[in-house]
């Protein structure tokens, strides 16, 4: 829309469009103007460079304080007032990690050290690092869509945190777009299920994950972090904390003897993980090592451990399970159920769910040799 001198009497007559945003944009400062959302929520903005600068929101702030506020941040900008702090990358890294480790689980805070470490280890000032910089590291992971944007997400979220703080002027990894990756539709068939699942017996602790995928269709982070404390063998239930799983929602789940077996083969019960990584004290994390291997025992078509929880759910399927059953033993928040029915229905379906499960076992266990069945994990 054209510019306009704002006044109080304009920022009212704003109205919000049926679809989207806009900003009016003030005619008497440049690069200050009024952003209306789809809501009608006004928000006085300054933009500078590529970086459109939150003000506050109208009238909650008056447009009197944004205009004085945005004339103070120009005059900054102009006269050079707000040089960054001085700081090398690794040390705006540390102070990332540890401000993150405050407010995010392990696994997240990890992640973003991964990341940092494995794909910008820049050294020297954090203001060199340039947007060529971030696109040349970045280029060498066009082979692989998903750590691609694993990359990308990261570093966008280390630099923006850099940027409230004022250590850069700017974001290199501005302009830079995720790839697109398409939706994938794997699922196994019953004969690489029984290839998978007997070369998973000769793994380790690695094979007893896989085959506790296969089995319970959970994600592979929620039972590589299982602890003998969330099983109940009396009842056979699995009990995983809100702090272990995807959506933060505390999660039980049946299990039937095949996976008690499995339980019973897996030496060292008193350790704080089940599935330990050294034995002792941490949870597995040898993802990349455990599937080359495991693909290397049983060559198949391009998949991954996340394929296994969709084989799981298909599998339901084909056995007649219900869809809302399904998505309770996925753990699924959004699904067929939702809101108060969802609360209500919590504990209401442990019996459906418990004779999906026997069925899904009935139907690995037709699968698989009894000898495989009763190999050690």
């Known amino acids: 829309m054209p510019k306009k001198i704002l006044n109080d009497i304009v920022l009212r007559s704003l109205a919000p469009l049926s679809c989207g945003q806009f900003v009016a944009w003030d005619s008497k400062l440049s690069g200050f103007g009024c952003r209306v959302s789809q809501g009608g929520t006004k928000t006085f903005i300054l933009k500078h460079r590529n970086r459109r600068i939150t003000l506050g929101r109208y009238p909650v702030i008056s447009l009197a304080d944004a205009r004085e506020e945005a004339k103070r941040m120009l005059a900054e900008f102009t006269l050079g007032r707000l040089r960054p702090q001085p700081m090398s990358m690794q040390k705006a890294a540390e102070l990332f990690i540890e401000e993150k480790s405050k407010s995010n689980r ?31 590291r970045l280029n060498r992971l066009k082979a692989t869509p998903a750590e691609y944007n694993h990359a990308l997400t990261g570093g966008k979220v280390f630099f923006n945190w850099c940027l409230k703080r004022r250590l850069v002027t700017e974001n290199p990894f501005f302009g830079i777009t995720p790839n697109a ?31 506790l995928l296969m089995l319970s269709g959970q994600r592979r982070g929620e039972i590589a972090g299982l602890k003998t404390a969330y099983i109940a063998p009396d009842s056979r239930i699995i009990a995983l904390p809100a702090s272990l799983t995807k959506n933060g929602i505390e999660h039980s789940f049946p299990y039937e003897q095949l996976t008690a077996e499995l339980f019973e083969a897996i030496e060292g019960h008193d350790r704080p993980y089940l599935l330990s990584a050294d034995g002792r004290q941490n949870a597995f994390v040898g993802w990349a090592k455990g599937k080359r291997e495991l693909d290397e025992a049983c060559p198949m078509e391009h998949w991954t ?45 442990a019996e459906k769910c418990r004779e999906a499960v026997q069925l899904w076992e009935a139907h690995l266990t037709k699968l698989l040799s009894s000898r495989a069945i009763r190999s050690a994990a």
């Open 106 to 136: 392990p696994s997240t805070v990890a992640s973003y050290e991964r990341l940092l470490e494995k794909h910008f280890p820049f050294t020297g000032q954090l203001t060199a690092v340039s947007h060529h910089d971030v696109v040349h």
């Open 181 to 211: 990756r398409q939706s994938r539709t794997r699922v196994l068939s019953d004969d690489e299920l029984r290839q998978v699942w007997n070369a998973a017996g000769e793994m380790g602790v690695f094979g007893a994950i896989v085959r």
């Open 305 to 349: 451990l996340h394929d296994l929880r969709r084989t799981y759910a298909t599998g339901l399927a084909r056995l007649g399970v219900a869809p809302h059953i399904i998505e309770r033993l996925l753990n699924h928040s959004g699904g067929t159920i939702s809101g108060v029915a969802a609360v209500y229905n919590r504990f209401r379906y």
